[in-house]
């Protein structure tokens, strides 16, 4: 058990619809990261929160959207879902990065299914 | 950016069998590294780390070698198990700071299918 953990853990959805995935991270984390993971890109990461701001974005589309809240916790936002944003996602913590120690910590996942 | 190249697999070897995953990369500044195992259904975990050069990241019979020279960091294990049977994944991760804050980065791989055979 990483000591970050996600939810829902399963959901099933149609297209179009919009849905939220929460992630909290691991005590004392003040990084969160989100991935995408699936069959055909692979694991990609998406966006990277620190303590509450945006500080990196990588391939997210702009029908997605997250945050950071106060106490630390992130949602991630999927708009408009596609078929195509069937996927695992990720969510990620680390403690506040250095030049030597920036190991990511990894929750269990979402799985979404877009009908 | 930071980019990674991983021996395509699948790869499937009988238990007891030596394993080598060949991992290469390219990354602005200094790396650390990291091998990150999938479990079947499961999430991400870290299975070794290395976080400068010659440096040696070993954990549960696995090791890999951090080599500067040849921007490399190939996984190895002298003897697979069946439950070693997974996705591996070789992330560099590099740290930038802007405007006094830094943030961290990991770049994967594609990831590596290990299947072991009884």
């Known amino acids: 058990d990483s000591g970050v953990t996600q939810t829902p853990k399963h959901l099933i959805t149609a297209t179009g619809q919009r849905v939220t995935l929460r992630c909290s991270p691991r005590?004392?984390?003040?990084?969160v990261y989100w991935y995408q993971q699936s069959l055909d890109q692979g694991l990609q990461f998406l966006i990277q929160y620190y303590n509450g701001e945006e500080r990196a974005k990588g391939n997210i589309l702009e029908r997605f959207s997250a945050q950071q809240f106060p106490d630390l916790h992130s949602e991630l936002n999927l708009s408009s879902l596609e078929l195509g944003d069937s996927a695992l996602y990720f969510c990620?913590?680390?403690?506040?990065?250095?030049?030597?120690?920036?190991?990511?910590?990894f929750g269990p996942g979402t799985r979404l299914t877009v009908l | 950016g930071n980019s990674v190249t991983q021996m395509e697999g699948p790869v499937t070897l009988s238990e007891e069998a030596f394993l080598t995953i060949n991992c290469t990369y390219t990354a602005t500044g200094y790396p650390s590294l990291f091998w990150y195992v999938q479990y079947p259904g499961e999430g991400l975990q870290l299975l070794l780390k290395a976080t400068k050069a010659d440096d040696k990241g070993s954990n549960k019979g696995f090791e890999a070698t951090y080599r500067k020279e040849t921007t490399s960091f190939h996984l190895e294990k002298g003897s697979v198990q069946v439950s070693d049977s997974a996705v591996y994944f070789c992330?560099?991760?590099?740290?930038?700071?802007?405007?006094?804050?830094?943030?961290?980065?990991?770049?994967f791989g594609q990831g590596t299918i290990l299947t072991v055979h009884p």
């Open positions: 005590s004392g984390d003040l990084s």
């Open positions: 990620a913590s680390s403690v506040f990065p250095t030049e030597t120690y920036n190991e990511q910590f």
């Open positions: 992330a560099p991760g590099t740290v930038k700071n802007a405007g006094g804050t830094s943030y961290g980065k990991l770049t």
